[in-house]
């Protein structure tokens, strides 16, 4: 059973750009919601997939990922897809023996940036580099899916 395990926390400054590895640009789009999982279509880099996640609140969700042909998920976001669709780039970078990535929104979610850990079990221990904030792994508000409906410029 496929297990994703990620912790989200915001940034407290922006220290964490000097040591970006890689940067790619992603859209996603999700399907129609269900009240057990989200459905989503992304593209990045030329590269297209299918993701299925469990709606489940917390660090811990499975998680199924399956490569599409482009034209077809580019078809899909058009066409199948729910709007408004997240537009962000995603950022790399490696600390001790973990890769952060650091998503930067745009469009109705402009000027929220959350970094993202994936570890192998719940309790792993991972060096926290300075430029981390807050923890919102169990604020539903930051899950992409949600992002759509309740958009960050929203946000009181």
């Not at 570890?119 to 508000?141: N, Q, T, Y």
Request: hydrophobic residues 35%; aromatic residues 8%; negative net charge.
């Amino acid at each position: 059973m496929p297990l994703e395990i990620e912790r989200k926390f915001l940034l407290k400054n922006n220290n964490w750009r000097q040591q970006v590895k890689t940067s790619k640009n992603i859209r996603q789009g999700y399907l129609a919601p269900l009240d057990t999982s989200s459905v989503r279509i992304r593209i990045e880099d030329g590269k297209a997939n299918i993701n299925i996640k469990s709606a489940t609140i917390g660090i811990s969700r499975l998680e199924y990922e399956y490569q599409i042909p482009h034209d077809e998920a580019l078809e899909m976001l058009d066409q199948l897809c729910r709007q408004p669709q997240i537009h962000k780039t995603r950022h790399t970078i490696a600390q001790g023996h973990h890769l952060w990535e650091i998503d930067e929104f745009y469009d109705d979610n402009e000027g929220l940036l959350v970094a993202e850990i994936e570890l192998g079990e719940e309790g792993e221990d991972f060096e926290k580099p300075e430029w981390l904030g807050k923890e919102v792994s169990d604020d539903a508000r930051y899950y992409n899916v949600n992002l759509i409906n309740h958009p960050y410029m929203n946000w009181s």
